[in-house]
Structures are given as C-alpha cells and as structure tokens.
Nanobody, 128 residues
Framework: QVQLVESGGGLVQAGGSLRLSCAASGRSFSSYAMGWFRQAPGKEREFVVTIARSGSSTYYADSVKARFTISRDNAKNTVYLQMNSLKPEDTAVYYC?????????????????????WGQGTQVTVSS
C-alpha cells in the first residue's frame, strides 16, 4: 500500500507561482513513476505532468508546458510540481499519483488508468 499526501496548494493571483509537494510512504519510492493530475469543477480529471522512475524522462500536457516543472527527490520520497505563470484556468484540485506496477524505468506514464495510488488532492485557485 502506498500513501500519498499533497501539500502546497492555495490562492494565488494570475501570473504568480506555487510549488506543490507530494510525500509518499514506503521504501520503494524510487521504483514508482509519479504524476500530477487535476480536476476542475464540473470537468473530468485530466493529466498534467509525469516523471519516470529514472527521473530523466518527463511528459507534460500542452497546456502547462514551459510553465510547470516536475521533479523528484528519492531521498525524501517526494515529488514536486513547480507552477509558474499561473492562469485562472489552472484552478483545480491537483492530485498526485503513483504508478507502481509494470512501469519501465524510463517510461513516463500519462494515462489515468496507468496509476495505482492517488493522494487526496490539494486545491489551487488562481484569481484574475
């Protein structure tokens, strides 16, 4: 069982920045691919960004490229999401997820059904 706890959400003005963190339980964090998804009110959960087990492969949704950066610290069992140049359309609950089964070392999974564990989510609100 893997537990994921997100933090760092909040209210920010458009153009501002936030850094989300996701702390994972367990001693096998380095074997998980990690991802961030988001869900706005009335919308389906959507992919944001993912990082492979290797840490060197990442994959971003077009809507966040050049603004968001994912990173991981295996020593701290933590994945981060640095969000810059935030827009009101980035407003959503952000979820951290772990893909732990059958994921190749350099593969960055970006489909919801590839992920096995989810955090409880953290709210990000961007005001205009």
């Amino acid at each position: 069982q893997v537990q994921l706890v997100e933090s760092g959400g909040g209210l920010v003005q458009a153009g501002g920045s936030l850094r989300l963190s996701c702390a994972a339980s367990g001693r096998s964090f380095s074997s998980y691919a990690m991802g961030w998804f988001r869900q706005a009110p009335g919308k389906e959960r959507e992919f944001v960004v993912t990082i492979a087990r290797s840490g060197s492969s990442t994959y971003y949704a077009d809507s966040v490229k050049a603004r968001f950066t994912i990173s991981r610290d295996n020593a701290k069992n933590t994945v981060y999401l640095q969000m810059n140049s935030l827009k009101p359309e980035d407003t959503a609950v952000y979820y951290c997820a772990a893909a732990v089964i059958g994921i190749a070392y350099t593969y960055a999974p970006h489909y919801i059904n590839e992920y096995n564990y989810w955090g409880q989510g953290t709210q990000v609100t961007v005001s205009s």
